[in-house]
C-alpha cells in the first residue's frame, strides 16, 4: 500500500495551479465514527481534535516549544478528524462505507488533486482540497486497499508549506521528500 505521504508533498506545488471557485461547499466532511467496524478491526484510530481539544492542543504545544515555527499552523486550524482501520482479511469493510465519504468531494469547493489507483495492490489513494477566495480552507486525503483505509479531514487556513512541518503529529500522515512506500 502506498502511503498519501509522498502524493502530500507534490500538493504544495500543484496547490498554486489550482482553480478558485466562489461558491464552495463546507470544508467540514460528515466522517462517521464507523462504530459498526470497531470489532472487526485487527486495530483502529479514531482521531477527533476540534473545540476545546484544539485549544489544549495549541496550549501544550505552545508551551512546549514557543519558537517552533510549525505551530503556526495550529492556529489556522479548526479541526483535524482521523478515521484509520485495519483488518486481517481481505472485504472486512464495504467500500459503500468509504464511497459516502469520497461522494461529499464532488460538492463544489472541492478540487481533486491527487488520484492514485493500483490495480496489483487494490489500493486506491485521493487528495483532495477544499479552496476559496484563494486560500485553502480545508484537505481530504482518503486512502484504502482491501485490508485496510484511512480518512483524514483538516479543517482551517490551511498553508501546504506548514502542513508538512507539523507531518506525522496528530494523525496528519507525514510528508516530505523523506516520505517513502509502505507495501
Known amino acids: 500500500m502506498k502511503s498519501p505521504r509522498i502524493l502530500l508533498s507534490l500538493a504544495a506545488g500543484a496547490a498554486l495551479l489550482l482553480p478558485v471557485t466562489g461558491s464552495a461547499a463546507g470544508p467540514e466532511l460528515k466522517i462517521p465514527d464507523f462504530a459498526h467496524l470497531r470489532a472487526a478491526a485487527v486495530d483502529y ?7 476545546l481539544l484544539l485549544r489544549i492542543a495549541k496550549h501544550f504545544a505552545a508551551k ?21 482501520f485495519q483488518f486481517d482479511a481481505d ?3 464495504s467500500r459503500a462505507d468509504i ?15 491527487i488520484q492514485q489507483r493500483s490495480r496489483e ?12 477566495d484563494g486560500k485553502i480552507l480545508g484537505i481530504a486525503v482518503i486512502e484504502s486497499d482491501p ?6 479531514n ?17 494523525g496528519i500522515p507525514e510528508v516530505g521528500p523523506q516520505a517513502t ?3
Open 45 to 51: 484510530t479514531d482521531i477527533t481534535l476540534d473545540g
Open 64 to 84: 512546549a516549544e514557543a519558537e517552533d515555527e510549525a505551530l503556526g499552523i495550529l492556529s489556522e486550524i479548526k479541526s483535524v478528524r482521523v478515521r484509520d
Open 91 to 93: 472485504g472486512a469493510y
Open 99 to 113: 464511497d459516502a465519504v469520497r461522494s461529499q468531494l464532488s460538492a463544489p469547493g472541492w478540487s481533486q488533486l
Open 121 to 132: 495492490s487494490g489500493s486506491n489513494v485521493d487528495v483532495y482540497l477544499n479552496t476559496a
Open 147 to 152: 485490508r485496510s483505509f484511512t480518512i483524514v
Open 154 to 170: 483538516v479543517v482551517g487556513n490551511i498553508s501546504i508549506d506548514r502542513l508538512a512541518k507539523i507531518s506525522g503529529e496528530f
Open 181 to 183: 512506500s509502505v507495501e
